[in-house]
């Protein structure tokens, strides 16, 4: 199981002072669930959920998120804004680039980053961020909840390289030997919380550069699915705002909300 006091004792300087509450449990339907459940945390303060299970991990959509027991890492981090700040849907691929970040910080390299909140490598889907807000009178409070595969079992490899993309991968896939979860949170945790800074003073602007980077979809044809509608094109990047901007023939789409797919019918879904 986790250990609670390896992952908050080295979280030092800003992160540190401004942790209120890290929990680690060893079973919990969801920590994005258990947060939004809890009271926010200060204004400019953040706390800390981590499960070694959660029976009811989910993506966006409601979608299920699955991780067998201590094999990947299931946390959330729940922030209050002092400052609300604008186009709040971009900040979680503002998270994105911090969890590239933090990966990078533990020598894990070759990460993607598929719009609008996908983990990628080369052999697939590493993880994910969910992202829900809380509004009160005077404060926004949001719960990132971040999942990766760390070591999976035998049996939730991909087998078949040639279809990576409907595959899903793990850290051991970029290393060889993952880092402990603990040195994997504590990377994580501080990672978000700059980011939750950062895009808190400047939006998503200072992010857009570092997103386009990692765009794994940038350049592919690929079908946008909302609820109004089916657009398809080549994907050219994100907008100042994290729209995702499609190209077909002359006309260029920005889209804020939507399912990907491949068109080449690979099943890729965001």
């Not at 303060?45 to 299931?74: E, H, K, M, N």
Request: overall charge negative; aromatic content about 6%.
């Amino acid at each position: 199981m986790l250990d609670a006091d390896s992952i908050r004792k080295p979280i030092a300087g800003v992160p540190g002072a401004r942790l209120d509450i890290l929990e680690v449990f060893s079973e919990i339907e969801s920590t994005n669930s258990y947060l939004l459940d809890q009271p926010a945390p200060p204004a400019g303060r953040f706390r800390v959920a981590l499960a070694d299970y959660q029976t009811a991990g989910r993506g966006r959509f409601d979608r299920i998120w699955q991780s067998p027991p201590s094999s990947g890492l299931c946390l959330s981090l729940a922030y209050t804004f002092q400052k609300v700040p604008t186009r709040v849907p971009a900040l979680t691929l503002a998270l994105g680039i911090g969890v590239v970040e933090a990966l990078q910080r533990l020598e894990i390299t070759d990460i993607s980053l598929k719009w609008p909140n996908d983990i990628m490598t080369v052999r697939g889907k590493l993880g994910g961020i969910l992202t829900e807000a809380r509004n009160s009178a005077d404060a926004l409070t949001v719960v990132a909840g971040v999942g990766l595969n760390v070591e999976l079992p035998e049996s939730m490899r991909i087998s078949d390289e040639a279809n990576f993309r409907n595959g899903i991968a793990d850290i051991r896939d970029c290393t060889g030997t993952p880092p402990s979860r603990e040195s994997l949170s504590v990377a994580v945790i501080e990672s978000l919380f700059d980011c939750m800074l950062r895009f808190e003073s400047d939006g998503f602007a200072p992010f857009r550069d570092e997103w386009q980077k990692y765009d794994w979809l940038c350049g592919k044809r690929v079908i946008v699915d909302n609820p109004e509608d089916r657009q398809s094109g080549i994907a050219e990047g994100v907008d100042h705002d994290g729209a995702l901007i499609i190209r077909s023939g002359n006309d260029r789409r920005r889209l804020i909300a939507g399912t990907v797919t491949l068109a080449e019918g690979l099943g890729d879904e965001a």
